[in-house]
Protein backbone atom coordinates (compact mmCIF):
# COMPACT_ATOMS: atom_id res chain seq x y z
CA UNK A 1 0.00 0.00 0.00
CA UNK A 2 1.45 2.91 -0.78
CA UNK A 3 0.88 6.42 0.62
CA UNK A 4 0.83 9.41 -1.55
CA UNK A 5 -0.03 12.03 0.90
CA UNK A 6 -0.76 11.65 4.58
CA UNK A 7 -4.22 12.66 5.12
CA UNK A 8 -4.63 11.32 8.80
CA UNK A 9 -3.05 11.06 11.72
CA UNK A 10 -3.13 8.50 14.90
CA UNK A 11 -1.29 9.43 18.34
CA UNK A 12 0.29 7.15 21.03
CA UNK A 13 0.54 9.26 24.45
CA UNK A 14 -1.57 12.53 25.24
CA UNK A 15 1.22 14.20 27.16
CA UNK A 16 3.17 17.43 26.58
CA UNK A 17 3.68 16.97 23.08
CA UNK A 18 1.18 15.25 21.39
CA UNK A 19 -1.29 18.44 23.23
CA UNK A 20 1.10 20.58 21.23
CA UNK A 21 1.22 19.16 17.75
CA UNK A 22 -2.66 17.18 17.61
CA UNK A 23 -4.43 20.59 17.62
CA UNK A 24 -1.53 22.13 15.31
CA UNK A 25 -2.40 19.16 12.90
CA UNK A 26 -5.99 19.42 13.11
CA UNK A 27 -6.09 23.30 12.51
CA UNK A 28 -3.99 22.50 9.34
CA UNK A 29 -5.93 20.16 8.17
CA UNK A 30 -5.18 16.90 9.24
CA UNK A 31 -7.78 14.45 10.67
CA UNK A 32 -6.71 13.39 13.76
CA UNK A 33 -7.97 9.40 13.91
CA UNK A 34 -6.97 7.44 17.00
CA UNK A 35 -5.55 9.21 20.33
CA UNK A 36 -4.35 6.59 22.82
CA UNK A 37 -3.12 7.00 26.10
CA UNK A 38 -2.90 4.66 29.49
CA UNK A 39 -4.15 8.51 31.15
CA UNK A 40 -7.45 7.90 29.81
CA UNK A 41 -8.30 11.52 30.65
CA UNK A 42 -5.92 13.43 28.93
CA UNK A 43 -6.65 11.03 25.54
CA UNK A 44 -10.47 12.42 26.24
CA UNK A 45 -9.46 16.00 26.78
CA UNK A 46 -7.25 16.03 23.26
CA UNK A 47 -9.93 14.02 21.33
CA UNK A 48 -12.43 16.53 22.19
CA UNK A 49 -10.12 19.20 21.08
CA UNK A 50 -9.16 17.71 17.63
CA UNK A 51 -11.79 15.10 16.89
CA UNK A 52 -9.97 12.40 17.65
CA UNK A 53 -11.39 8.81 19.56
CA UNK A 54 -10.05 8.06 22.50
CA UNK A 55 -8.85 4.92 23.85
CA UNK A 56 -6.37 2.71 26.69
CA UNK A 57 -6.17 0.46 24.71
CA UNK A 58 -3.13 0.38 21.66
CA UNK A 59 -5.27 -2.09 19.96
CA UNK A 60 -7.48 0.24 18.21
CA UNK A 61 -4.68 1.82 16.11
CA UNK A 62 -5.94 1.03 12.75
CA UNK A 63 -5.30 1.78 8.72
CA UNK A 64 -7.49 4.53 9.32
CA UNK A 65 -4.89 6.78 9.82
CA UNK A 66 -1.71 6.76 7.59
CA UNK A 67 0.70 8.01 10.05
CA UNK A 68 0.98 7.23 14.02
CA UNK A 69 2.89 9.73 15.68
CA UNK A 70 4.34 8.41 18.89
CA UNK A 71 4.36 11.42 21.62
CA UNK A 72 5.66 8.82 24.60
CA UNK A 73 8.54 8.23 27.01
CA UNK A 74 11.64 7.74 25.20
CA UNK A 75 12.22 4.31 27.02
CA UNK A 76 8.81 2.77 25.76
CA UNK A 77 9.03 3.33 21.85
CA UNK A 78 10.56 -0.12 21.44
CA UNK A 79 8.04 -2.19 23.36
CA UNK A 80 5.20 0.11 22.01
CA UNK A 81 6.30 -0.69 18.35
CA UNK A 82 7.04 -4.36 18.71
CA UNK A 83 3.73 -4.57 20.60
CA UNK A 84 1.87 -2.42 17.46
CA UNK A 85 3.96 -4.41 15.04
CA UNK A 86 2.27 -7.54 16.62
CA UNK A 87 -0.86 -6.50 16.52
CA UNK A 88 -0.85 -6.28 12.81
CA UNK A 89 -3.22 -3.50 12.25
CA UNK A 90 -1.70 -1.03 11.38
CA UNK A 91 0.46 -0.57 7.88
CA UNK A 92 1.05 2.98 7.64
CA UNK A 93 4.05 5.16 8.61
CA UNK A 94 5.17 5.34 12.14
CA UNK A 95 7.17 8.35 13.40
CA UNK A 96 8.44 8.85 16.74
CA UNK A 97 8.94 12.52 18.72
CA UNK A 98 12.12 12.27 20.66
CA UNK A 99 14.94 14.15 20.30
CA UNK A 100 17.35 11.13 21.68
CA UNK A 101 16.07 7.70 20.74
CA UNK A 102 17.49 6.80 17.31
CA UNK A 103 15.53 6.09 13.63
CA UNK A 104 15.98 1.99 14.33
CA UNK A 105 14.09 2.21 17.64
CA UNK A 106 11.16 1.81 15.35
CA UNK A 107 12.62 0.81 12.19
CA UNK A 108 14.11 -2.68 13.71
CA UNK A 109 10.36 -3.49 14.89
CA UNK A 110 8.54 -1.54 12.01
CA UNK A 111 7.96 -1.85 8.04
CA UNK A 112 8.11 1.99 7.29
CA UNK A 113 9.76 4.37 9.99
CA UNK A 114 10.49 7.83 10.65
CA UNK A 115 11.24 10.74 13.19
CA UNK A 116 9.18 13.89 13.55
CA UNK A 117 11.01 15.71 16.33
CA UNK A 118 10.24 18.97 17.37
CA UNK A 119 12.78 20.77 18.95
CA UNK A 120 11.03 22.95 21.32
CA UNK A 121 10.21 22.44 25.52
CA UNK A 122 6.36 21.53 25.53
CA UNK A 123 4.74 22.54 29.04
CA UNK A 124 1.11 23.10 30.31
CA UNK A 125 1.69 26.62 30.77
CA UNK A 126 3.59 27.12 27.61
CA UNK A 127 2.40 28.07 24.22
CA UNK A 128 5.17 28.55 22.00
CA UNK A 129 4.51 29.42 18.35
CA UNK A 130 4.32 26.22 16.38
CA UNK A 131 4.96 27.73 13.05
CA UNK A 132 8.75 29.23 14.56
CA UNK A 133 9.34 25.47 16.01
CA UNK A 134 12.45 23.78 14.17
CA UNK A 135 11.11 20.05 13.29
CA UNK A 136 13.72 17.90 12.67
CA UNK A 137 12.85 15.05 10.03
CA UNK A 138 14.52 11.65 9.16
CA UNK A 139 12.68 9.20 7.15
CA UNK A 140 14.10 5.42 6.40
CA UNK A 141 13.55 6.41 2.86
CA UNK A 142 13.60 9.16 0.37
CA UNK A 143 9.61 8.51 0.17
CA UNK A 144 8.83 8.83 4.22
CA UNK A 145 11.11 11.94 4.27
CA UNK A 146 9.32 13.40 1.63
CA UNK A 147 6.03 12.45 2.91
CA UNK A 148 7.02 13.50 7.22
CA UNK A 149 8.57 16.87 5.43
CA UNK A 150 5.04 17.93 4.12
CA UNK A 151 3.29 17.29 7.29
CA UNK A 152 5.67 19.42 9.14
CA UNK A 153 5.87 21.86 6.45
CA UNK A 154 2.03 21.92 7.33
CA UNK A 155 2.86 23.23 11.36
CA UNK A 156 6.22 24.92 10.49
CA UNK A 157 8.60 27.16 8.76
CA UNK A 158 11.52 25.10 10.08
CA UNK A 159 11.11 22.21 8.30
CA UNK A 160 15.06 20.46 8.37
CA UNK A 161 16.44 17.07 7.27
CA UNK A 162 18.84 16.20 10.61
CA UNK A 163 20.54 12.41 10.79
CA UNK A 164 20.07 10.54 14.13
CA UNK A 165 23.48 11.25 14.82
CA UNK A 166 23.24 14.90 14.66
CA UNK A 167 19.65 14.49 16.33
CA UNK A 168 21.47 12.98 19.22
CA UNK A 169 23.77 16.03 19.26
CA UNK A 170 21.00 18.43 19.13
CA UNK A 171 19.69 16.89 22.01
CA UNK A 172 22.59 17.13 23.96
CA UNK A 173 22.64 20.54 22.88
CA UNK A 174 19.30 21.41 24.15
CA UNK A 175 19.96 19.81 27.53
CA UNK A 176 22.25 22.54 27.99
CA UNK A 177 20.23 25.39 26.29
CA UNK A 178 17.05 24.26 27.89
CA UNK A 179 16.77 22.22 30.98
CA UNK A 180 20.70 23.75 32.36
CA UNK A 181 19.44 27.21 31.23
CA UNK A 182 16.18 26.34 33.54
CA UNK A 183 18.21 25.55 36.46
CA UNK A 184 20.59 28.82 36.27
CA UNK A 185 16.77 30.65 36.61
CA UNK A 186 16.19 27.86 39.15
CA UNK A 187 19.36 29.16 41.23
CA UNK A 188 18.94 32.72 41.19
CA UNK A 189 15.26 32.55 42.15
CA UNK A 190 16.91 30.82 44.86
CA UNK A 191 19.51 33.11 46.11
CA UNK A 192 16.91 36.41 45.17
CA UNK A 193 13.75 34.36 47.37
CA UNK A 194 16.72 34.94 50.85
CA UNK A 195 17.10 38.63 49.71
CA UNK A 196 12.88 39.57 49.76
CA UNK A 197 13.29 41.07 47.01
CA UNK A 198 10.61 39.46 44.75
CA UNK A 199 12.38 37.12 42.06
CA UNK A 200 10.60 38.77 39.11
CA UNK A 201 12.81 41.54 38.92
CA UNK A 202 15.38 38.96 37.32
CA UNK A 203 12.79 38.70 34.28
CA UNK A 204 13.62 41.22 32.19
CA UNK A 205 17.21 40.48 32.15
CA UNK A 206 16.56 36.79 31.50
CA UNK A 207 14.75 37.63 28.59
CA UNK A 208 17.01 40.17 26.90
CA UNK A 209 20.07 37.45 27.77
CA UNK A 210 17.70 35.16 25.36
CA UNK A 211 16.64 38.06 22.68
CA UNK A 212 20.28 39.41 22.24
CA UNK A 213 21.42 36.34 20.83
CA UNK A 214 20.30 36.30 17.09
CA UNK A 215 22.73 34.36 15.44
CA UNK A 216 25.58 35.76 17.24
CA UNK A 217 28.00 33.49 18.95
CA UNK A 218 26.91 33.67 22.51
CA UNK A 219 30.79 33.79 23.39
CA UNK A 220 31.47 37.16 21.88
CA UNK A 221 28.41 38.05 23.99
CA UNK A 222 29.84 37.17 27.41
CA UNK A 223 29.45 40.25 30.20
CA UNK A 224 30.09 39.70 33.93
CA UNK A 225 33.27 38.90 36.35
CA UNK A 226 34.52 35.85 35.06
CA UNK A 227 34.74 36.96 31.39
CA UNK A 228 36.67 39.72 32.53
CA UNK A 229 38.54 38.31 35.10
CA UNK A 230 37.16 40.04 37.83
CA UNK A 231 38.83 37.95 41.01
CA UNK A 232 37.56 40.14 43.76
CA UNK A 233 33.81 39.93 42.45
CA UNK A 234 34.57 36.00 41.80
CA UNK A 235 35.84 35.90 45.56
CA UNK A 236 33.02 37.75 46.63
CA UNK A 237 30.67 35.63 45.05
CA UNK A 238 32.18 32.40 46.62
CA UNK A 239 31.66 33.84 50.35
CA UNK A 240 28.02 34.82 49.94
CA UNK A 241 28.10 31.30 48.68
CA UNK A 242 29.09 29.68 51.93
CA UNK A 243 27.39 27.15 53.39
CA UNK A 244 26.42 26.11 49.37
CA UNK A 245 29.14 23.85 48.52
CA UNK A 246 27.20 22.59 44.94
CA UNK A 247 26.84 26.22 44.01
CA UNK A 248 30.52 27.28 45.26
CA UNK A 249 31.73 24.53 42.47
CA UNK A 250 29.20 25.44 40.17
CA UNK A 251 29.83 28.98 40.09
CA UNK A 252 33.63 28.19 39.81
CA UNK A 253 33.68 25.87 37.47
CA UNK A 254 31.78 27.57 34.90
CA UNK A 255 33.61 30.86 35.90
CA UNK A 256 36.69 28.80 34.82
CA UNK A 257 34.79 27.12 31.83
CA UNK A 258 33.78 30.86 30.75
CA UNK A 259 37.66 32.16 30.88
CA UNK A 260 38.41 28.96 29.01
CA UNK A 261 36.24 30.17 25.98
CA UNK A 262 37.24 33.44 26.08
CA UNK A 263 41.01 32.62 25.53
CA UNK A 264 40.03 30.34 22.76
CA UNK A 265 38.17 33.19 21.69
CA UNK A 266 41.13 35.42 21.22
CA UNK A 267 43.23 33.09 19.93
CA UNK B 1 22.62 73.49 48.95
CA UNK B 2 19.73 71.90 48.53
CA UNK B 3 18.51 70.54 45.26
CA UNK B 4 14.66 69.87 45.09
CA UNK B 5 14.62 68.03 41.78
CA UNK B 6 17.40 66.55 39.83
CA UNK B 7 17.51 68.56 36.20
CA UNK B 8 21.49 68.24 34.50
CA UNK B 9 22.94 65.08 34.72
CA UNK B 10 26.90 64.52 33.54
CA UNK B 11 28.41 61.04 33.27
CA UNK B 12 31.37 59.68 34.34
CA UNK B 13 32.01 56.57 31.73
CA UNK B 14 31.08 56.20 27.94
CA UNK B 15 30.38 52.63 27.87
CA UNK B 16 27.51 50.09 27.24
CA UNK B 17 25.66 51.56 30.67
CA UNK B 18 25.85 54.91 30.06
CA UNK B 19 25.26 54.36 26.33
CA UNK B 20 22.10 53.43 27.12
CA UNK B 21 21.51 55.46 30.00
CA UNK B 22 22.28 58.88 28.92
CA UNK B 23 20.48 58.96 25.39
CA UNK B 24 17.14 57.44 27.57
CA UNK B 25 17.74 60.47 30.04
CA UNK B 26 17.81 63.12 27.46
CA UNK B 27 14.93 61.85 25.54
CA UNK B 28 13.34 62.30 29.25
CA UNK B 29 13.85 65.87 29.15
CA UNK B 30 16.86 65.81 31.50
CA UNK B 31 20.08 67.85 30.28
CA UNK B 32 23.10 66.12 29.77
CA UNK B 33 26.01 68.15 30.47
CA UNK B 34 29.78 66.86 31.12
CA UNK B 35 30.68 63.10 29.69
CA UNK B 36 33.77 61.73 30.53
CA UNK B 37 35.94 59.36 29.27
CA UNK B 38 39.30 58.45 29.04
CA UNK B 39 38.48 57.09 25.70
CA UNK B 40 37.54 60.39 23.72
CA UNK B 41 35.98 58.98 20.82
CA UNK B 42 33.48 57.15 22.79
CA UNK B 43 32.59 60.72 24.39
CA UNK B 44 32.60 62.31 21.85
CA UNK B 45 29.73 59.78 20.19
CA UNK B 46 27.79 60.09 23.23
CA UNK B 47 28.04 63.84 23.48
CA UNK B 48 26.47 63.82 19.96
CA UNK B 49 23.42 61.76 20.81
CA UNK B 50 22.79 63.47 23.77
CA UNK B 51 23.65 67.30 23.47
CA UNK B 52 26.36 66.90 26.40
CA UNK B 53 29.96 68.12 26.54
CA UNK B 54 32.83 65.61 25.99
CA UNK B 55 35.95 65.36 27.91
CA UNK B 56 38.99 62.94 29.00
CA UNK B 57 39.82 65.07 31.87
CA UNK B 58 37.61 64.85 35.16
CA UNK B 59 37.93 68.14 36.20
CA UNK B 60 35.76 69.59 33.94
CA UNK B 61 33.30 68.04 36.21
CA UNK B 62 31.73 71.12 38.10
CA UNK B 63 28.36 72.21 39.61
CA UNK B 64 26.29 72.78 36.03
CA UNK B 65 25.26 69.21 36.63
CA UNK B 66 22.60 68.32 39.57
CA UNK B 67 24.04 64.70 39.65
CA UNK B 68 26.98 62.54 38.60
CA UNK B 69 26.02 59.06 37.08
CA UNK B 70 29.53 56.90 37.66
CA UNK B 71 28.59 54.18 34.78
CA UNK B 72 32.88 53.14 35.46
CA UNK B 73 34.59 50.23 36.00
CA UNK B 74 33.81 48.55 39.33
CA UNK B 75 37.41 49.17 40.78
CA UNK B 76 37.66 52.41 39.61
CA UNK B 77 34.83 54.07 41.71
CA UNK B 78 36.52 54.99 44.68
CA UNK B 79 39.45 56.18 43.11
CA UNK B 80 37.25 58.35 40.90
CA UNK B 81 35.38 59.62 43.82
CA UNK B 82 38.24 60.24 46.03
CA UNK B 83 39.98 62.24 43.12
CA UNK B 84 36.38 64.00 42.25
CA UNK B 85 35.92 65.33 45.89
CA UNK B 86 39.68 66.50 45.78
CA UNK B 87 39.20 68.72 42.61
CA UNK B 88 36.38 70.36 44.80
CA UNK B 89 34.41 71.24 41.88
CA UNK B 90 30.96 69.30 42.39
CA UNK B 91 29.10 69.64 45.45
CA UNK B 92 25.61 67.58 44.27
CA UNK B 93 24.81 64.05 44.24
CA UNK B 94 27.11 61.60 42.81
CA UNK B 95 25.44 58.00 42.11
CA UNK B 96 26.86 54.94 40.83
CA UNK B 97 25.37 52.31 38.62
CA UNK B 98 27.21 49.31 39.91
CA UNK B 99 25.67 46.06 40.84
CA UNK B 100 28.51 44.79 43.14
CA UNK B 101 30.04 48.06 45.18
CA UNK B 102 28.00 48.89 48.38
CA UNK B 103 27.05 52.55 48.73
CA UNK B 104 30.68 52.96 50.80
CA UNK B 105 32.05 53.12 47.72
CA UNK B 106 31.27 56.65 46.85
CA UNK B 107 29.98 57.76 50.64
CA UNK B 108 33.34 57.49 52.08
CA UNK B 109 34.60 60.00 50.27
CA UNK B 110 32.05 62.20 49.30
CA UNK B 111 28.51 63.95 50.65
CA UNK B 112 25.57 63.48 48.80
CA UNK B 113 25.82 59.35 47.88
CA UNK B 114 23.32 56.91 45.78
CA UNK B 115 23.20 54.10 43.98
CA UNK B 116 21.23 54.03 40.49
CA UNK B 117 21.77 50.40 39.39
CA UNK B 118 20.06 49.18 36.06
CA UNK B 119 19.18 45.49 36.25
CA UNK B 120 19.99 44.20 32.96
CA UNK B 121 22.93 43.01 30.65
CA UNK B 122 23.73 46.36 28.44
CA UNK B 123 25.75 45.49 25.03
CA UNK B 124 26.57 47.05 21.80
CA UNK B 125 24.39 45.18 19.81
CA UNK B 126 21.12 45.09 22.15
CA UNK B 127 18.61 47.69 22.77
CA UNK B 128 17.03 46.52 25.47
CA UNK B 129 13.31 48.33 26.54
CA UNK B 130 14.39 50.70 29.43
CA UNK B 131 11.29 50.87 30.27
CA UNK B 132 11.14 47.44 31.41
CA UNK B 133 14.86 47.49 33.06
CA UNK B 134 14.65 47.60 37.05
CA UNK B 135 16.18 50.52 38.80
CA UNK B 136 17.70 49.76 42.05
CA UNK B 137 17.43 52.47 44.21
CA UNK B 138 19.65 53.63 46.92
CA UNK B 139 20.34 56.89 48.92
CA UNK B 140 22.23 58.04 51.68
CA UNK B 141 19.78 60.13 52.68
CA UNK B 142 15.65 59.81 52.44
CA UNK B 143 16.35 62.95 50.21
CA UNK B 144 19.03 61.40 48.03
CA UNK B 145 16.72 58.18 47.32
CA UNK B 146 13.65 60.35 46.58
CA UNK B 147 15.62 62.46 43.92
CA UNK B 148 17.03 59.13 42.26
CA UNK B 149 14.09 57.44 42.47
CA UNK B 150 12.03 60.42 40.86
CA UNK B 151 14.84 60.01 37.64
CA UNK B 152 14.74 56.38 37.43
CA UNK B 153 10.70 57.02 37.20
CA UNK B 154 11.05 59.06 34.17
CA UNK B 155 12.56 56.20 32.00
CA UNK B 156 11.73 53.20 33.72
CA UNK B 157 8.39 51.80 35.03
CA UNK B 158 10.09 49.49 37.37
CA UNK B 159 12.07 51.26 39.98
CA UNK B 160 12.73 49.77 43.67
CA UNK B 161 14.35 50.61 46.75
CA UNK B 162 16.95 47.82 47.13
CA UNK B 163 19.79 47.60 49.98
CA UNK B 164 23.51 47.29 49.10
CA UNK B 165 22.78 44.25 51.27
CA UNK B 166 20.11 43.20 48.72
CA UNK B 167 21.82 44.60 45.50
CA UNK B 168 25.20 42.32 46.00
CA UNK B 169 22.62 39.39 45.91
CA UNK B 170 20.76 40.43 43.23
CA UNK B 171 24.14 40.96 41.47
CA UNK B 172 25.31 37.29 42.27
CA UNK B 173 21.64 35.95 41.39
CA UNK B 174 22.17 37.71 37.70
CA UNK B 175 25.30 36.41 37.12
CA UNK B 176 23.67 33.26 37.07
CA UNK B 177 20.83 34.34 35.32
CA UNK B 178 22.66 35.74 32.98
CA UNK B 179 26.40 35.45 32.78
CA UNK B 180 26.04 31.71 32.83
CA UNK B 181 22.72 31.01 31.16
CA UNK B 182 24.89 32.69 27.84
CA UNK B 183 27.21 30.16 28.69
CA UNK B 184 25.01 27.57 28.48
CA UNK B 185 24.07 28.76 25.42
CA UNK B 186 27.90 29.23 24.36
CA UNK B 187 28.16 25.33 25.01
CA UNK B 188 25.04 24.53 23.28
CA UNK B 189 26.40 26.72 19.78
CA UNK B 190 29.89 24.96 20.04
CA UNK B 191 28.53 21.43 20.48
CA UNK B 192 26.17 21.99 17.49
CA UNK B 193 28.58 23.34 15.25
CA UNK B 194 30.44 20.08 15.34
CA UNK B 195 27.11 18.33 13.95
CA UNK B 196 27.27 20.21 10.84
CA UNK B 197 23.94 21.81 11.94
CA UNK B 198 23.31 25.79 12.21
CA UNK B 199 23.36 26.72 15.68
CA UNK B 200 20.15 28.92 15.24
CA UNK B 201 18.09 26.17 15.12
CA UNK B 202 18.10 25.96 18.99
CA UNK B 203 16.53 29.97 18.94
CA UNK B 204 13.12 29.18 19.65
CA UNK B 205 13.47 26.41 22.72
CA UNK B 206 15.87 29.73 24.16
CA UNK B 207 13.34 32.05 23.91
CA UNK B 208 10.65 29.94 24.87
CA UNK B 209 12.81 28.54 28.31
CA UNK B 210 13.27 31.95 28.76
CA UNK B 211 9.43 33.56 28.03
CA UNK B 212 7.89 30.09 29.55
CA UNK B 213 9.19 31.82 33.85
CA UNK B 214 6.85 34.77 33.87
CA UNK B 215 6.39 34.20 37.58
CA UNK B 216 6.36 30.97 37.74
CA UNK B 217 9.05 28.89 39.97
CA UNK B 218 11.82 27.81 37.67
CA UNK B 219 12.26 24.77 39.47
CA UNK B 220 8.68 23.61 39.11
CA UNK B 221 8.96 24.22 34.97
CA UNK B 222 12.18 21.85 34.64
CA UNK B 223 12.27 19.63 32.07
CA UNK B 224 14.63 16.83 30.54
CA UNK B 225 16.72 13.52 31.64
CA UNK B 226 17.71 14.92 34.85
CA UNK B 227 14.50 16.01 36.43
CA UNK B 228 13.26 12.73 35.09
CA UNK B 229 15.73 10.74 36.80
CA UNK B 230 16.39 9.01 33.03
CA UNK B 231 20.04 7.89 33.45
CA UNK B 232 20.27 5.99 30.19
CA UNK B 233 19.88 9.18 28.62
CA UNK B 234 22.73 10.82 30.88
CA UNK B 235 25.04 7.99 30.42
CA UNK B 236 24.48 8.46 26.58
CA UNK B 237 25.23 12.69 27.23
CA UNK B 238 28.63 11.85 29.14
CA UNK B 239 29.69 9.38 26.74
CA UNK B 240 28.66 12.07 23.89
CA UNK B 241 31.27 14.19 25.97
CA UNK B 242 34.03 12.08 25.75
CA UNK B 243 37.28 14.16 25.76
CA UNK B 244 35.68 17.04 27.03
CA UNK B 245 36.45 16.61 30.73
CA UNK B 246 35.11 19.79 31.95
CA UNK B 247 32.12 19.57 30.00
CA UNK B 248 31.29 16.30 31.80
CA UNK B 249 31.89 17.42 34.99
CA UNK B 250 29.65 20.65 34.03
CA UNK B 251 26.87 18.11 32.99
CA UNK B 252 27.29 16.00 35.81
CA UNK B 253 26.92 18.11 38.62
CA UNK B 254 24.51 20.32 37.18
CA UNK B 255 22.56 17.44 36.36
CA UNK B 256 22.71 16.42 40.46
CA UNK B 257 21.76 19.86 41.27
CA UNK B 258 18.73 19.57 39.00
CA UNK B 259 17.75 16.07 41.08
CA UNK B 260 18.47 17.97 44.75
CA UNK B 261 16.37 21.15 43.83
CA UNK B 262 13.67 18.28 42.52
CA UNK B 263 13.63 15.91 45.62
CA UNK B 264 13.42 19.72 47.45
CA UNK B 265 10.57 20.59 45.33
CA UNK B 266 8.70 17.45 46.68
CA UNK B 267 9.46 17.56 50.46
Not at 211 to 231: I, Y
Not at 237 to 250: D, K
Request: hydrophobic share 40%; aromatic share 6%; proline share 4%.
Amino acid sequence: MAITEIRTISFAGAGNVATHLAPALANAGYGIRHIVSRTAGRAEKLAQLTGGIPSADPSVIDDSADLLLLAISDHAIPGFVAGLKALGRFHGIVAHTSGSQPLSAISQHFGRAGIFYPLQTFSKISNPDIRRVPFCIEGDSDETTTLLSAVAARVSDDVRLISSEQRAILHLSAVFACNFTNHMYAIASRLIEKSGVAPDILLPLIDETAKRLQGQDPALLQTGPAVRGDVSTIEKHLRMLEGEAELQQIYTMLSENIRRYNDELKR
